[in-house]
């Protein structure tokens, strides 16, 4: 069960938000092989002055439509996945907002299994469904 928190610029369209949030899920199912009734996040819009950042960092130029996505799952995912997972994301967020790809700024928090997680009732669940799988 990944579990994501997407922030945004403050400001934005209407209807952004929910666009960026189905890129990032569409992107877990597809690469990360995640069910698609797995869809826990946190949308939040901050202003400017309550997010920082460079206006440059690794020769990648950032504007005022930073996004940050926070994606914590569990760890077995290959390197290959990560990579396809980071790239559609922010070309699907690129195609369909104003937010251009350098502005999207992706982490993946990695966590070892099933005991750190609770779904509800102060339980750990089995997740038999969310063992995880390789991409062909």
Avoid: C
């Avoid at 960092?57 to 439509?65: F, G, K, P, T, V």
């Amino acid at each position: 069960m990944p579990f994501v928190r997407i922030t945004l610029p403050e400001g934005l369209a209407p209807g952004i938000p929910e666009i960026v949030s189905r890129a990032v899920h569409r992107n877990l199912i597809r690469e990360f092989l995640i069910p698609p009734d797995d869809y826990f996040q946190i949308l939040e819009e901050v202003p400017g002055s309550r997010k920082r950042y460079p206006a440059r960092y690794l020769e990648i130029d950032h504007s005022a439509l930073v996004t940050f996505i926070q994606i914590i799952a569990a760890q077995g995912r290959t390197e290959d996945q990560k990579k396809r997972l980071y790239a559609g994301i922010a070309r699907d967020i690129a195609s369909d907002t104003p937010i251009p790809a350098e502005d999207v700024i992706i982490v993946l928090v990695e966590n070892a299994g099933a005991q750190n997680w609770s779904f509800g009732k102060g339980e750990i669940q089995a997740l038999v469904h969310l063992t995880p799988q390789v991409s062909p």
